[in-house]
């Protein structure tokens, strides 16, 4: 319906320019020619079919189809089905408390992305990271563990208490005595591994919180689809160690560390992940 207005209020406009450029060539030479003045009054509808042939050959061209080639059904369905389906991490990722990099040389099988993640599956899994999420990033994947709680050596807590975020229940005057002195503060990390070749930097604006590190693990798939694991490990491919830390006092949330209280290293080794990758590696050979 636009369409038929825009026309038609294009056609009123070329018949007015045309009536009032045949009055003004009538008036201004008032020719005296019968001749004359027949072909001044002329000129109207032919300005007129001028002005409507051009508004109409411009408003054809206009609603042309482009002429970039267009993917047949089949050709769509080939592209879908090699995009691989898995959600994808924040990327730039936001600022770590701590990162280290991890040789990709310390993965015994890594030829590629697929016997990589069995192998880290494996290690996390001895050291009782069984919770776990995978996730894309540019050119690899990202593998996400469960928020836990950690002493200040890197070690996790043992039992139950390693993933209870909440206050721990006061059993004895010790306990009371430490919730009054603030000696009970907990520590707590999610650890997120960055398998790429792309080098990155991280997203300092990101606010990262203990509710977004929980849908964390929540978000990501249980697995790497197949596209994913049978992609060949770049040469220049790293992984890269993301440790995103918080602290909690009693009565309150927790708050995001943006710098850890014990360096990268220690997470590393006290979480006991690289100690486990170490004996796979040794294992298999």
Not at 76 to 89: K, L
Not at 123 to 143: H, I, Q, T
Not at 210 to 220: I, R, T
Request: hydrophobic content about 40%; glycine content about 6%.
């Amino acid at each position: 319906m636009k369409d038929i207005l825009r026309v038609a209020l294009e056609i009123l406009f070329g018949a007015g320019i045309s009536a009032c450029v045949s009055l003004l060539l009538y008036y201004k030479f008032k020719p005296k020619s019968r001749i004359v003045r027949w072909a001044t009054i002329l000129c109207s509808p032919v300005i007129f079919l001028g002005l409507t042939s051009y508004l109409w050959l411009s408003q054809r061209i206009e609603l042309a189809p482009s002429e970039s080639p267009v993917p047949s059904e089949s050709q769509s369905a080939g592209s879908e089905a090699q995009r691989p389906s898995i959600p994808q991490f924040p990327w730039p990722p936001p600022t770590p408390s701590a990162r280290v990099t991890i040789p990709i040389e310390s993965f015994y099988l890594n030829d590629d992305y697929g016997s990589i993640s069995d192998e880290l599956t494996q290690a996390l899994d001895s050291r009782g990271y069984v919770e776990k999420s995978y996730y894309g990033v540019p050119n690899g994947f990202a593998v996400v563990t469960r928020l836990e709680r950690f002493y200040q050596n890197g070690l996790p807590f043992a039992g139950p208490d390693r993933w209870v975020i909440s206050d721990p229940e006061i059993r004895s005057i010790g306990d009371y005595l430490q919730a009054l002195l603030r000696l009970d503060q907990g520590y707590f990390r999610v650890i997120v591994f960055v398998f790429t070749d792309q080098p990155f930097a991280t997203a300092a604006s990101s606010t990262v919180t203990s509710e977004l590190a929980n849908a964390w693990l929540d978000a990501g798939d249980n697995d790497l689809p197949i596209l994913v694991r049978e992609q060949p490990t770049p040469r220049s491919a790293k992984c890269t160690m993301l440790i995103y830390e918080f602290s909690k006092r009693r009565g309150f949330d927790p708050d995001y560390d943006k710098r850890s209280l014990i360096a990268a290293s220690t997470h590393m080794t006290g979480s006991g992940i690289l100690h486990a990758l170490s004996v796979a590696h040794g294992g298999s050979k």
